[in-house]
């Protein structure tokens, strides 16, 4: 059994071990509670988790006798959000004697990757969600290196904040791509960040100001410019990733390569990389749609190989870290 909650999606999934299928897959989304807010409010995040955990877990529990392990989503998250679903696995644990197998959220997303299909490692993946920017390059379950991060924003997180500057609501990034359909993304010219630079690194706070700038400088802000405005934006975002992928790719080879996470559900990035790696000649395999956003079927894929290692933890060391960079090996 896997337990997510480290945002804002309170999650259970029962994997089975033998073959990797997902036998049980429930997600309880808070984004209508949060949209009033334009984003995640913690505590309120943390009070539906409470609620909503017991409810799936009620749904699984026919499944109580056959289980081998509970796995958990300890780190990277809000704090508040981990917690919930960290002492839900502890009891379970206890009350049922079994092992716990605390999971790396990140490494989670990596995994939606094999839900519906054999892993492929070595593999590089783009990670791009409402907290991280990365090009990883995974060797295996344990070995993954970090060869691009961002400075500031992530790339999720640059959609949701312009979509708060439209009052257009949240979660940003898909409202935002909506509109980009309607508009036209020639008529604002906003700067690639970091295009000058040989830094294989990413940024977005300062498109993210570029567009408040050219927001307020609008005399009316009706559908066609706000659409005209995420059309704009989300060009420019998408050509950062594709600018920095370029220049990785230029002197690195690779056969396979990966994209996941919240973000990687957006259609306009699937197409710009696409095109890429059939011009490169890579083999690319994108997050089923439906396994983008934060869920437990990815972090019980990811535990069964966990399980496979026997990377248990004693219940009283796991903790949770909501911040959990060291995780992977820098290079
Ligand atoms: O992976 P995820 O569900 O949660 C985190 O681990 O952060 O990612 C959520 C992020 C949010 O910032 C959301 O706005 C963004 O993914 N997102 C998108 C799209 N769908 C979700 N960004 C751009 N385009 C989308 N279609
Ligand atoms: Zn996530």
């Known amino acids: 059994m896997s337990i997510e909650s480290s945002c804002d999606d309170s999650s259970i999934a029962i994997t089975r071990i033998k073959d990797k299928r997902l036998i049980f897959h429930k997600k309880i989304s808070q984004e209508e509670e949060h949209s009033v807010y334009g984003g995640v409010v913690p505590e309120l995040a943390a009070r539906l988790h409470a609620l909503a955990l017991p409810k799936i877990l009620e749904e699984a529990k026919d499944f109580f006798k056959e289980l081998k392990a509970v796995a958990v989503t300890n780190e990277p998250g809000l704090s508040v959000s981990l917690v919930e679903g960290v002492v839900m696995a502890k009891a379970l644990c206890v ?4 092992p716990l197998l605390p999971i790396n959220h990140l490494k989670g997303h990596i995994y939606s990757l094999f839900l519906e299909e054999k892993t492929k490692f070595p593999m590089d993946i783009l990670l791009v969600s409402g907290g991280h920017t990365e090009i990883l390059h995974v060797h295996s379950y344990d070995e993954i290196q970090i060869l691009a991060t961002t400075l500031d924003d992530s790339f999720g997180e640059s959609f949701d904040k312009v979509a708060k500057m439209l009052g257009l609501g949240y979660p940003g990034g898909p409202i935002v791509e909506q509109y980009a359909k309607q508009g036209d993304c020639l008529r604002f010219n906003f ?6 630079s040989l830094k ?9 100001n570029q567009v408040r700038l050219k927001i307020e400088k609008q005399q009316n802000l009706d559908k ?9 934006f989300q060009k420019t975002a998408v050509a950062h990733l594709m600018q920095k992928l370029n220049k990785v790719y230029k ?3 690779i056969k396979n390569f990966g994209v996941v996470g919240g973000a990687s559900a957006n259609l306009y990035l699937r197409e710009k990389l696409e095109r890429f790696c059939k011009e490169k000649k890579i083999v690319l395999q994108m997050a089923p749609l439906k396994y983008c956003s934060d869920n437990a079927a990815m972090i019980g894929r ?10 248990f933890k004693e219940i009283n060391s796991v903790e949770i870290l909501p911040r959990s960079k060291e995780f992977f090996t820098n290079v």
């Open 224 to 232: 066609k410019t706000k659409a005209d405005i995420c059309a704009s």
């Open 95 to 98: 009350s049922l004697s079994l």
């Open 191 to 196: 700067t690639i960040p970091l295009q000058n």
């Open 200 to 208: 294989l690194a990413f940024s977005y706070s300062g498109l993210k």
């Open 302 to 311: 990811c535990a069964v190989d966990a399980y496979n290692l026997g990377k």
């Open 251 to 253: 002197s690195k080879e």
